[in-house]
């Protein structure tokens, strides 16, 4: 089970940082995800890291303001967003996928369709 916080109303330019949490004792054989959907648009990848925490990868509009990171003793999931902008107003989720490799390094998927498990979602508005 997946949950995220840490949502909210921001102006631009500002930070939040989302967190999602994982129930269980195999969270370190996922891959994650943050993805996001803004009203009327289709879901849309924002970031992903591997199991191991040591491969990234960030959709082109978040790149250089946005980073993904992971706690794998606390089974939590993170996502810092610095010079928010309007265009960032979505909900938020993150998403689990099982990991069959041992690469440490293995890119992590981008795909919503490639993601096992969902976490309900959490709103991020950031006014101009």
């Known amino acids: 089970q997946l949950q995220a916080s840490g949502g909210g109303l921001v102006q631009a330019g500002g930070s939040l940082r989302l967190s999602c949490a994982a129930s269980?004792?195999?969270?370190?054989?996922?891959?994650m995800g943050w993805f996001r959907q803004a009203p009327g648009k289709e879901r849309e990848f924002v970031a992903a890291?591997?199991?191991?925490?040591?491969?990234?990868r960030y959709a082109g509009p978040v790149k250089g303001r946005f980073t993904i990171s992971r706690d794998n003793a606390e089974n939590t999931l993170y996502l810092q967003m610095n010079s928010l902008s309007p265009e960032d107003t979505a909900v938020y989720s993150c998403?689990?996928?099982?990991?069959?490799?041992?690469?440490?390094?293995?890119?992590?998927?981008?795909?919503?369709?490639?993601?096992?498990?969902w976490g309900q979602g959490t709103q991020v508005t950031v006014s101009s």
């Open positions: 269980g004792r195999t969270f370190s054989t996922y891959s």
């Open positions: 890291i591997n199991w191991s925490g040591l491969r990234t």
């Open positions: 998403a689990a996928r099982r990991s069959y490799s041992s690469n440490r390094f293995i890119l992590p998927a981008a795909g919503p369709g490639e993601y096992d498990y």
